[in-house]
Structure formats: C-alpha cells, structure tokens
C-alpha cells in the first residue's frame, strides 16, 4: 500500500482592505435618508396666498438613496447599482399636478447601475466605468467639497451644468498624486429623460481637477469643467420644425423649416476653487459660461427664399458659498447668481442682436427698439446644521429668490380681487379697456423654510 500526501489550499474570500473591518468580502450594502419638511412663506406682499402641487411644501423624502456595491480585488472590477426615490412628476406628466388623472405617488428608480474596470500603474491610477453613473461635475458633492447635498442641489446642479447629474455612457477617469481627470461621452438627455428626446446626439463632459493637502489639515481644490452639447454622433436630417426643441414649429401649414444642426448643438464651461481647513471653514468660488451656438434656418418648400439666421446667445452665472462652524455645529451661507429666471438654472438669454434707435413702422406707428434679453435670478440660502456624527445630521434653511424680467426690472406677479392670478397684459389693458376684474401688481420674491435630517447607513 502506498501513501500520498499532499497540501490543501482553500480558496481565499475573505480580503483585508484599509478602512474595512476584517470579513469584508467586497460586498458593501448603504443607504442614505433625508426626511424633510418645506414650507413656502406667502404673505400680503406677495398677493399670492394658494398653493400647487407644484410647490416645495410639506413633507417630502428628496436625496433618499440604497446602494449596493461588489468589488472584486483581484482581477479591479466593480459593480454599482444604486436606487433613488422620486416623486412621479418628475418622470412623467401624467400627474394631478399636470391636471392628468393619476395621484403623485414616489416611485423607485435607477440612479446608478455601472461596471467599473481599476487597473494601477506604478503612481497612475486608470478606472473604466461603462452604465448609468454620475457625471462630473458632481465631483464637489462626491468628493466632501459640497458638504450640504441633503440640503440643496450643488450649486453646478442647479446651474444647470448638465441636465441631470446622472446620464448613461462611457467615461474614464485618471488620477496621478494630486492630479485627476474623468472625461464622460454620455447620451445627453439625463438618467429621467428618453434617449433622444431632443436629439440623438451625444454629450461630452470633461473635468480636470488639482486637489491637496497641506500639513495634514488644510485641503484645497481647482476644478475645470467642460461640456459639449450634441457633440457626435447626431444625425444631419433631424433639425426640422416641431420634431425636437432645436425648431419649435411656426404653426404655418404653409411652410417646413429646416435648421442646421448646430442649433441643437452648445458648450458649457465652468471653474471651481474649494477650501476645507479641518471642521471649520468650507468655502467654495465658481463660475459657469454657456454658449448656444448661431445656425440657418430656410423653408423647404420655397428654398429660394432668402434664408433666416437664429443669433448666437449666451449665458452667465456664478456661485459662492461658506461654510463656518467646529465638529457639532455649523453655518452655510450660499449665493447664486445666472442670466434667466425665474427658476432657478442658467439659460442663455444674452445676444449681440440689439436695435438702439426708435424706428417708424408707419406714420403713426412706432416700432420698439430690440435689445437683449436681461433677465437673471438671484438666490441667497442660508443653513444652520447639527452634526450628531458623521452619518447623523440635521438643518434647518432659509431659501430666497428674487427674478428680474428682460428688461432688467424685477419681476411682478398680477393679482386680481378674486385671488386669481393674471398677466402683464390684463393689467395693463384695464386702464384702457373696462373690465370687472380689478388687477394688482405685487413684487414676487419666493421665500422657503426647510428642515432636513440626513442619515447615511
């Protein structure tokens, strides 16, 4: 008889990673829950004393995430899938609030759903994600620069960077000692849209980013970010009237207009400095510069004609924001200021296309001169925050907004006595025309208190 020995070697499941206790098996499994109250101060000044669903009052579960994540160390690859509760409306227009029949229930959707490829050569890191992930110009929130995502979109959000902070593509991200770079080719529409609503092109976003670290305590941050709208892949022939929102239709049967593509095509460009010196100041400058780009547009049916050019119109916004306070308590000041309004988000509403002098239509006809449109927003918020712990924090905020008409005046809202809400037009024919409805104007200024807790698990 002869005996064999051999050794036995089990697999190895279970890794040791830094900042992970022992068993950990690259499965992490989180969550993050910001229960929240709003309510919209309205006054006599205002004139407006009702509410819509459309209002940010009551309760309500915004920035509510479960994440699921599965990370294999050997071989670098990642899997994320990440859910996010949202109201109905904000998918789909078959709500009371869009007087369709249906209630506004909050729905489960997707947020995140990625592969991700890590390799590591000597000093430069290389990462491959391929799905539905964020974009990046959420760097700030992601990277602990924006500290207060549970209390309001990032200021590059709510700008209006990209249409949603999340999209579906391919993006590579690179980081060498102090230096990173993530460049995305996404589809453009936003993770709540369908692909090619307004077009079937694709986006291109870039980030290049210098952060470090000095002494241990302080941390700094210089971002740039780049956006091209409709970058590649579009179709020549998809420019006509009415099909997408490059050429709204004239209502004219007697016409089909057709644009070049450049008119569903923009760029956007914005820079970012960050401050963090431990707990207790958070300070952060930005500013944003979007361009939407001239085209021609001509009439199919009579191609002779002379053809019509759209202008090209720009846009402007900037943003600050300050954070002051020790490891329990802190104060965050934020400001924000872009062409548009009265939402918030920058729209490109400047030109060069502008008529200084009266010009006679006919003889008793004055023509009003054209000048570029003026209107902008400005919005203040101010939060006071508890901070229980890392994963526990509570704040209550203060919003204000004020919005200027494209005249540069500040905008008015028109009230009649029955508490119906009426145009600049109503009001201003009332004084020429007899009419049973006495109309009002009122300043608008929108005012909203909020209280926020943030748990993350």
């Known amino acids: 008889m002869t005996l064999t020995s051999f050794g036995l070697w089990s697999e190895e499941v279970i890794t040791t990673k830094k900042d992970q206790p022992d068993g950990y098996f690259g499965v992490k499994l989180g969550a993050i829950v910001t229960p929240t109250f709003g309510y919209r101060v309205r006054d006599k000044a205002s004139g407006v004393s009702d509410t819509s669903q459309s209002d940010r009052t009551g309760f309500s579960m915004p920035w509510t995430l479960f994440m699921v994540s599965k990370e294999w160390e050997d071989t670098g690859f990642k899997v994320e899938f990440w859910g996010e509760v949202l109201k109905a409306n904000q998918i789909s227009a078959d709500t009371n609030a869009d007087n369709q029949s249906r209630s506004n229930p909050h729905i489960f959707a997707i947020r995140r759903a990625n592969v991700q490829k890590i390799w590591t050569i000597g000093?430069?890191?290389?990462?491959?994600?391929?799905?539905?992930?964020?974009?990046?110009?959420?760097?700030?929130?992601?990277?602990?620069?924006?500290?207060?995502?549970?209390?309001?979109?990032?200021?590059?959000?709510?700008?209006?960077?990209?249409?949603?902070?999340?999209?579906l593509g391919l993006s590579y991200l690179f980081k060498w000692k102090t230096i990173s770079l993530h460049t995305a080719f996404v589809n453009g529409e936003g993770y709540r849209s369908l692909q090619n609503a307004n077009n079937s092109g694709y986006d291109s976003v870039t980030?290049?980013?210098?952060?470090?670290?000095?002494?241990?305590?302080?941390?700094?941050?210089?971002?740039?970010?780049?956006?091209?709208?409709?970058?590649?892949?579009?179709?020549?022939?998809?420019?006509?009237?009415?099909?997408?929102?490059?050429?709204?239709?004239?209502?004219?049967?007697?016409?089909?207009?057709?644009?070049?593509?450049?008119?569903?095509?923009?760029?956007?460009?914005?820079?970012?400095?960050?401050?963090?010196?431990?707990?207790?100041?958070?300070?952060?400058?930005?500013?944003?510069?979007?361009?939407?780009?001239?085209?021609?547009?001509?009439?199919?049916?009579?191609?002779?004609?002379?053809?019509?050019?759209?202008?090209?119109?720009?846009?402007?916004?900037?943003?600050?924001?300050?954070?002051?306070?020790?490891?329990?308590?802190?104060?965050?000041?934020?400001?924000?200021?872009?062409?548009?309004?009265?939402?918030a988000g920058l729209r490109t509403t400047e030109s060069n296309l502008q008529e200084p002098w009266v010009r006679l239509v006919t003889i008793n006809q004055i023509k009003e001169p054209v000048y570029s449109d003026k209107s902008y927003y400005r919005n203040h918020q101010v939060y006071l925050e508890y901070i229980q712990s890392e994963s526990i924090r509570m704040g209550i905020g203060y919003s204000e907004t004020r919005a200027f008409d494209q005249n540069g005046a500040p905008l008015k809202t028109y009230v009649d006595q029955f508490s119906n809400e009426r145009s600049l037009q109503e009001y201003r024919s009332q004084f020429t025309n007899p009419s049973p409805a006495l109309v009002s104007e009122y300043g608008r200024l929108d005012r909203n208190l909020f209280l926020k807790a943030n748990l993350i698990f």
């Open 123 to 167: 000093s430069f890191q290389h990462t491959i994600i391929f799905g539905m992930q964020e974009l990046p110009h959420m760097h700030s929130v992601w990277a602990g620069f924006y500290d207060w995502r549970y209390m309001d979109r990032s200021p590059l959000e709510s700008l209006g960077f990209s249409p949603d902070p999340v999209d």
């Open 207 to 343: 980030r290049l980013s210098w952060e470090n670290t000095w002494l241990g305590s302080l941390k700094t941050g210089l971002h740039f970010l780049s956006r091209r709208g409709n970058f590649a892949g579009y179709s020549g022939t998809e420019c006509f009237e009415g099909r997408t929102r490059c050429l709204p239709s004239d209502n004219n049967p007697a016409t089909q207009l057709r644009g070049n593509v450049r008119l569903s095509q923009s760029e956007t460009h914005a820079v970012e400095i960050n401050m963090i010196w431990r707990e207790y100041i958070n300070l952060g400058i930005g500013g944003m510069f979007r361009k939407r780009y001239a085209g021609e547009v001509y009439d199919q049916v009579n191609p002779y004609l002379t053809l019509s050019r759209t202008p090209e119109f720009t846009g402007r916004g900037a943003y600050a924001w300050l954070g002051i306070g020790n490891s329990w308590l802190r104060i965050v000041f934020r400001g924000e200021i872009a062409n548009g309004g009265p939402n």
